[in-house]
Each structure stands twice: as C-alpha cells, then as structure tokens.
C-alpha cells in the first residue's frame, strides 16, 4: 500500500502548533535548521555538492553525480540571503 502526495491534499492534513507535541516541533525545528544550514554551506562554497546531506554518494549516472564539485550559478556565491 502506498499513498500518492498531491500538493492540493497536503494542506488539508494540516494541524495546529499546539495539537504536536513540543519535542517534535523542536526536533522538526532543529532538522530543518540543519539543511538550511547545510545548503547556504553548499550555496556560499559556489559548487555544487559532491555527497547529499546525509552523507550519501549519488547515483553514478544520476544528474547531480554528474554535477558534484561543478561550478553554480556561474561563479555566484550566496553569503547569507544575498547573492553576491
């Protein structure tokens, strides 16, 4: 059994802050915090990564196993929110 996600349904399963428990929201908190930090990290190195965030290698012949250590967005780096 397997269920399809459909962005038009995702927001109807939605609950409120205060019906999750407090050690979930924090530990969602503290994820999401990691890949964000993990990605400006990958953004401000200017090139692309050659591992996922969980340390994984990419699938030989995958799209992003061709573009590990390339260069992005033609030299771009981002520092903080800003492009520079």
Not at 7 to 24: E, G, I, K, N
Not at 34 to 44: G, K, L, P, Q
Not at 45 to 63: I, L, T
Request: proline share 5%; hydrophobic share 40%; glycine share 10%.
């Amino acid at each position: 059994m397997f269920h399809v996600w459909k962005p038009a349904t995702a927001l109807s399963y939605s609950t409120s802050p205060q019906s999750v428990p407090r050690q979930v929201r924090q530990h969602v908190n503290e994820v999401i915090a990691e890949v964000t930090s993990w990605s400006m990290t990958i953004a401000a190195s200017g090139c692309a990564p050659c591992v996922g965030f969980y340390g994984e290698e990419f699938d030989k012949g995958s799209y992003r196993y061709g573009f590990a250590g390339q260069e992005l967005a033609m030299g771009w780096r981002c520092f903080g929110w800003v492009l520079v």
